[in-house]
């Protein structure tokens, strides 16, 4: 007897979860001594919580001699504040499992209605064993939360659930270059569909989400802006991946007008995304465009490549996701020289935005033929 489409359905939600519970537990087996002691997570959440929960400033840390200041937004802070109660080496022990869940809760809803097991599979091979995926990891850094705050965030807008987007929305602005793109993606399709009033709605919405995770800073410590704001400007230069740094190194201040050409283009291909694109398929694609429009981005970052992966992957055919592992194969073994370099510089991984963009805008033009 042939199996009902319902039958099929349940068959592959319930071996996708088998396979992503499976290969997360391995990867957390074989990655458990990636993430160390006294890093970002250090310097940015366990630290500053710390402090709060004993009501000093969250972002006056030189107490804790960290290898940086706090530069992370407060709505982390707020959120995560729990993290301070917990000696740190425990602390970073649940961020650590928090980030291999995360990983899967990605995988498993960037795919959509179209969630198989020969999807899941290699999807959370991909994601799990990306070589930025490991230096995300050894930071404790927060990129993997804001890619699963995002999916989410799309998951609920397409449920109408607003309120609960707007809050998860609020968490991911923890780094607000990677989604800002997003943000006026869904601003442009409220003002086409609903007016301006639309517009104002959903931001407020975001504003008092951003708010409300803040009350524990202002109760704790209410005069912890000041303090926010001398610490978020006292973080040295650095060399990061982005193209702005790229055409600036090379090209002195005829870079900055390149930069500012490409920025620019982003923003009109962007828009233009959203006119023609589902809600799901726009949003995947301007946290990829993010990357090469922001001026401030680390490689740890490019886990917010993640999304438009998996639901381009899900989409293509079998010459598309063959494209796709060949193309994949390729930048693995880029990133991992890169890493193996004897002076591994965070800016010579410029070029995997760029790589993972172009990847998934020939395999989109595929489909776009295929189907006309």
Known sequence: MQASPEQKKLFHTLTSIFILALIATVAGFLFWRLMLPRMDFYNELWGPASLLVRGQSPYDTSSLNPVLPAAWLPMAIGFFFPLGWIPEETALQVWYVFNILAIALIVYFAQGEKRALYNTAPLALACFFFPLTFNHINLGQFSITTALCWVFAVYF??????????????????????????????AYSDYRHNGLRAVFSFWAKVLAACLLMCVPLFVAYPNWIPDAIVSMGSNPPWSYPSLYILFERFLGNWGHLLWGITTLTVLGVNFWLWKECSLRVAVYWSLVLAPLATPYVGSWDFVILFPLLILTYVNAGWKGKAFIWIAYGLAWYGMAQVQRLEVSHNHYFWWVPLWFLGMSAVVSSWLIRREA
Do not use: C, Q, S, Y
């Open 157 to 186: 807008l397409e449920k109408d659930r607003r309120w609960v987007a707007a809050f998860l929305i609020a968490l991911a602005l923890t780094k607000p270059h990677l989604g800002f793109l997003a943000l006026l993606g869904l």
